[in-house]
């Protein structure tokens, strides 16, 4: 076989990879490379459909997919916490994340919230306090979210959907007190990861029955027996409970430590 016939034949080996494979990590590898040499130091928000490549962005978005992997491997048991950074809840929602962590976190779990104020800063607390680990996970923005003082370990995302994918892989079980869209673009995410099967089956809790029942109630009318979008199994992803007990019970029968 002719030398260059031969070169061609071996590089196209299934064994070598695809030439279209190898031709696209290398050009990954130098924007990665030119992205790390021209990140501005004021990075402006991304826009819809940008008009070209900016190399700088797609380095800063691998950069924070591998240090978020890096933070939630180490954790081998863990409970993610969801729920507005707002102080209009009452008491209570606060005092029963606080207390819920505090009880998981001495059973053995990591907590990982968004790592802001308000319900994300009660859940912290709890696992801080019991001297657990206590992670937050969060997102930088224009009107400055500060962290809250009881986290163990920490980090800052620019982009919302990174910052997302931690968030949803990072535990082994789900619970959303009342919040916002944050919260419910949050809890609608885990359940269609898990009603798609991209990631595995988890618990999802709801806790706080006159917050969630009237969502429940919306689901099951009219979204599953007015208009048939989705299965009857689709409505048993979700737990609703009403107090630290139940919830902490459910978690540790169902979840295994």
């Not at 657990?132 to 962290?147: K, M, R, T, W």
């Not at 429940?216 to 009403?242: R, S």
Request: hydrophobic residues 40%; aromatic residues 12%.
């Amino acid at each position: 076989m002719h030398e260059d016939s031969a070169r061609n034949a071996s590089v196209a080996s299934p064994l070598l990879g695809d030439p279209k494979t190898h031709a696209a990590a290398e050009r990954l590898t130098k924007i990665v490379h030119e992205g790390r040499r021209s990140m501005p130091e004021e990075r402006p928000p991304l826009v819809c459909k940008p008009q070209k490549i900016e190399s700088w962005r797609v380095f800063k978005i691998m950069s924070e997919f591998i240090e978020g992997f890096d933070i939630i491997r180490r954790y081998g048991l863990a409970v993610s916490f969801f729920g507005s950074a707002r102080s209009t809840l009452g008491d209570n929602s606060y005092k029963d994340a606080e207390e819920l962590a505090r009880r998981l976190s001495k059973k053995g779990f990591a907590v990982v919230t968004g790592g802001s104020s308000g319900i994300m800063q009660a859940a912290n607390k709890g696992a801080f306090e019991a001297g657990g680990a206590s992670v937050g996970l969060n997102i930088n923005l224009p009107d400055v979210q500060n962290y809250n003082p009881y986290l163990t370990e920490k980090y800052g995302f620019d982009h919302f959907f990174v910052r997302k994918v931690m968030l949803t892989y990072a535990s082994e079980v789900y619970v959303y007190f009342p919040g916002g869209f944050g919260t419910l673009d949050e809890l609608f995410e885990i359940i269609t990861l898990v009603q798609t099967k991209k990631i595995r089956k988890v618990p999802i809790i709801l806790f706080g029955k006159d917050y969630w029942e009237p969502l429940i109630g919306f689901i099951e009318k009219t979204i599953y027996q007015d208009h048939a979008a989705i299965d009857k199994e689709d409505m048993e992803l979700l737990t609703l409970v009403n107090s630290v007990d139940e919830a902490y019970d459910f978690i540790t029968t169902n979840v295994s430590c």
